[in-house]
């Protein structure tokens, strides 16, 4: 599973990652915040869920799609999505088309095999 098909699943059913919450952008941004933690933190804890679900690159992309002359231009990808959103489900699904965008033009001749190869290159 890659990183986009992970988000996807969890823009699909939210509830099974963090239960019943109005909040689902913010539910994410804890949720990534932790996933993160714990991959520095718990030895083979990235093989259990994809690496680069928000790759390091990603502020400057987002920055570049949506508001390359804003005044948000020193903020991050969350500011990005919340600012340009009406509420966190809105929020979450742009952050899932923001996110395969990136990946299309990351690889844009690559087939899913080998995406998932390069990306399992990077947690090693």
């Given amino acids: 599973m890659t990183a986009v098909q992970y988000i996807a699943n ?3 059913r939210p509830g099974l990652y963090w239960g019943n919450s109005d909040n689902n952008f913010q539910s994410f941004v804890a949720y990534w915040h932790g996933i993160s933690s714990m991959q520095c933190e ?3 804890f990235h093989r259990t869920i994809p690496g680069g679900l928000i790759p390091i690159h ?5 920055r570049e799609q949506i508001a390359p002359q804003s ?3 020193g903020n991050g990808w969350m ?4 600012r340009l959103t009406h509420s966190d489900t809105e929020a979450l699904e742009l952050l899932l ?3 395969e965008l990136y990946e299309s033009s990351r690889f844009p001749a690559l087939d899913e095999e080998m995406i998932q190869e390069l990306e399992a290159k ?3």
């Avoid at 990603?58 to 987002?62: G, Q």
């Fill in 97 to 99: 088309k923001l996110r």
């Fill in 79 to 82: 500011t990005f999505i919340e």
């Fill in 122 to 124: 990077e947690r090693a």
């Fill in 71 to 73: 005044s948000l231009a």
């Fill in 58 to 62: 990603f502020t400057p992309f987002v």
């Fill in 42 to 44: 718990v030895p083979g």
């Fill in 10 to 12: 969890i823009v699909k």
